[in-house]
Structure formats: structure tokens, C-alpha cells
């Protein structure tokens, strides 16, 4: 009989390069193989298992809706999307949402506000966007095109006209492109995931935000990794003091089920007609069911124990033999290892039982779901500390 693995190779289009480990079932943040064996599981889906798999919570709303009606189109009236964003926005800054289903949409329409707000307010001409080098924003073409990685746009020309790149913590550079470019928004990660899980500097996100003000641009924040209670905060923005214009987020708000949240601030909040933007799945009743059980339990009781499990990881394998830096904000987090190669941490961490994932920048990534049990985590960080010590 041919193997999974075999199977997965022969029909599965070759974009992802696998672990050798199948996953096949789980509960809170623990998961099993094929063989039982138990894993603890610090990576929560790439951030989207906010509460872990299979959460009880999350599981009977999802199941409610689903005997309730799992899908109209947004021709009618639904009450989910609704109180999903209500919710949203009484909990941000934020005036109006769009709902999608995934990170690089949520972009998709956020660069749109921002272009269609300019083309307004400024002129057509002024379109370019200022994104950061070592950004992450997406894998389709725009959202590509955004993206501030040299490695993602070789094979895939022509892209998506009107972006730009600056240095990250360089606020001069920032100014320099302003300057050289008609630009209609600033786009950064407050914590950059992919690109090796730093954090702005707080002083480089107030240059922004004061560069914005003076000329007249748009912050547009990509919190779909480090948004939903990640960093800390609910919105990773809270903790920099500033309020952008627009705000994306997707992969932890759902929980497990796919969504993409575009929120629109007081300048944009109307600029959108109908027929500008759509999205067929968007607002999915069952998935912003499931959503709103997750944002409704990120309390400030709640925020402060991800704090708290944050503090512990980074006291622990901070200044521990065989790690160079520990980088990141709350439970996201990023170990730059001395001398050893981020992917054999992963796999060394495997064998004994605890999932961890890397980062551009040989970091190992630390994403674990936000409600995981404190001796749990105590169990995985000390297998992973003994494997960087290794
Ligand atoms: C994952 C990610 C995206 C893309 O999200 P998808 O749901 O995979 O399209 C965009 N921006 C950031 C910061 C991300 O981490």
C-alpha cells in the first residue's frame, strides 16, 4: 500500500517542504502522530490555534452556527459578521471592518483603501507604498510585490507596480523614500514574523507615524501574525502608542477556521462603494462564530498571563548557553541559536516531542497557543533549552 507520505508527494503540488511528521489529532496544545506519540506543540498552526486545537468553546459555537446555516452570500443580512465586527471595533481603534479569508486578501484590500483614499484625496499619480525590508505581507502578486524580501520575487515578474523598500529601524531611509516617491501609505508588521520575529523599535514606529502625519500618508499595520492578543496586547499597535489608519489581521482571530480582517480607521472608513471590494466566502457565519468566542475571551486577565508565559521564555532562554539572541513580544518569539543551524533545533525538539518552527534569520520561532497550560510550557522550554545548550 502506498504510504501517506508517498501519497502527499504523488497529488500534493510541491510548495511546501514538509516535516517527516504527520498530524492526526489534538486537544489544547497537545497533538499526536500516526503513532501516537504526544507532542507539545509551540507553533499553534503558524499562530492560528489561538486556544489550542479543538477548543471547547470555540467548538460549540462553530457547531451551533453550523446547525443554524453555514453560508448565505453577502447579498443578505447576517448576524455573526455583524457582532464580529462590532466587537472589533469597540475593542481597536478602528471604524469599519472587511471580512475575508486570509492574511494576503486582508492586504489586498487594505492596499486598495489606501490607493483609492490617495487617487481621492491627492491625486492618481500617488500610489506607491513604503513597505520595510524583511517584511512579510502575502504570497499573491500585490501582496508579493509588498513584500520587503528580495528571495520572494525572482521567479514571479512582473509584479505589482508602486512599492517601495525601506531599512527597517532607519528612519532616514523612510524620509529618503518619501521624498524620492509620490506615496500614498506606510505599511509595516509592528513584529515582524516571518522575516525573523523582531519587533520596530519604538522610537522607528514614532518616526513613522510622525513622517505619515507630516505628508499626509496612511499607516497601514499587517498585524496578521502579531494581532489577536499575540503580542501582548490585543493589537500589537496599543503597545507603540500609535493608531494606524488601517489595520489587517488574520490567522489567530479565527481560531482554526480561515479568515481575513481588513479594519478601516476614521480617514477610510467610508471609502469603500459598493462593487470596490467582495469576497465570496467573507464573513462566513460559521467561521465568524468561531471568531468572536476567541476575541471575547482575550480580556485583560487573559492579556496578562500571555505576558506572563512571555516574561518566563524570554528569563529562560535569555543568556543561556548556545543562544545568541532571544527576540519578539509576548508569545511571539524568535532564538537566534550560537552555532548551530535553526532547522536541526526543529528537529532535535521534534524527536523529543515539542514542535517549534524557524524564521528567516536562523531563528527558531516560537508561536505557542495563548492559553497554554504554564507547566506545559514549563515542559516544552526546557526540552528546547536543553537542545540550543546541545
Ligand atoms: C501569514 C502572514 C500573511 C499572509 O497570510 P495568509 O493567510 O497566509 O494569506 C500576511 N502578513 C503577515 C504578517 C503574515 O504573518
Known amino acids: 500500500m502506498t504510504s501517506l507520505k508517498e501519497m502527499d508527494h504523488t497529488y500534493i503540488a510541491s510548495t511546501y517542504g514538509r516535516y517527516d511528521l504527520e498530524i492526526t489529532s489534538g486537544k489544547g496544545s497537545i497533538c499526536f502522530d500516526e503513532n501516537g506519540k504526544r507532542y507539545i506543540d509551540l507553533a ?45 471595533c469597540e475593542r481597536t481603534d478602528m471604524k469599519k471592518v472587511f471580512f475575508c479569508n486570509s492574511g494576503a486578501e486582508a492586504n489586498e484590500c487594505a492596499i486598495k483603501a489606501a490607493r483609492k483614499y490617495a487617487m481621492k484625496t491627492k491625486g492618481k499619480e500617488y500610489y506607491t507604498i513604503i513597505t520595510l525590508k524583511d517584511s512579510f505581507h502575502g504570497r499573491t502578486l500585490t501582496t508579493l510585490s509588498a513584500t520587503g524580501q528580495d528571495m520572494f520575487h525572482e521567479l514571479f515578474q512582473p509584479l505589482t507596480p508602486g512599492f517601495v523598500y525601506a531599512d527597517a529601524h532607519d528612519i532616514k531611509d523612510v524620509e529618503r523614500l518619501v521624498k524620492e516617491n509620490q506615496c500614498a501609505a506606510i505599511m509595516v508588521e509592528m513584529i515582524q514574523g516571518e522575516g525573523g520575529v523582531n519587533a520596530l523599535d519604538r522610537e522607528f514606529v514614532k518616526g513613522i507615524e510622525k513622517i505619515a502625519k507630516e505628508n499626509d500618508l496612511l499607516i497601514i499595520d499587517d498585524e496578521v501574525q502579531c494581532g489577536n492578543g499575540r503580542s501582548g496586547a490585543l493589537y500589537a499597535y496599543m503597545k507603540y502608542d500609535v493608531v494606524p489608519d488601517i489595520m489587517t489581521t488574520a490567522k489567530g482571530i479565527g481560531g482554526g477556521l480561515p479568515i481575513g480582517v481588513t479594519m478601516l480607521g476614521e480617514k477610510v472608513k467610508d471609502i ?117 545548550e546541545k
Not at 309 to 336: H, Q
Open 272 to 388: 469603500f462603494e459598493p462593487g470596490d471590494n467582495g469576497s465570496t466566502f467573507g464573513a462566513n457565519p460559521v467561521v465568524c462564530a468561531g471568531a468572536l468566542t476567541i476575541l471575547n475571551r482575550m480580556d485583560e486577565a487573559f492579556l496578562q498571563e500571555v505576558e506572563e508565559k512571555s516574561a518566563y521564555i524570554f528569563d529562560t532562554l535569555t543568556n543561556t548557553k548556545g543562544v545568541r539572541c532571544v527576540t519578539g513580544m509576548g508569545l511571539m518569539i524568535g532564538i537566534e541559536p550560537e552555532n548551530k543551524d535553526a532547522n536541526d533545533v526543529v528537529k532535535g525538539c521534534m524527536e523529543k516531542g515539542v514542535l517549534v518552527i524557524t524564521a528567516h534569520g536562523n531563528k527558531v520561532r516560537l508561536l505557542p497557543a495563548l492559553n497554554i497550560p504554564f507547566d506545559v510550557l514549563k515542559e516544552a522550554v526546557e526540552i528546547l533549552k536543553g537542545e540550543l
Open 44 to 88: 499553534s498552526g503558524i499562530a492560528v490555534n489561538s486556544f489550542g486545537y479543538c477548543d471547547e468553546v470555540w467548538k460549540e459555537a462553530v457547531k451551533k452556527q453550523l446547525d443554524t446555516f453555514q453560508h448565505t452570500s453577502n447579498l443578505y443580512y447576517t448576524k455573526p459578521c455583524v457582532e464580529l465586527a462590532k466587537a472589533l
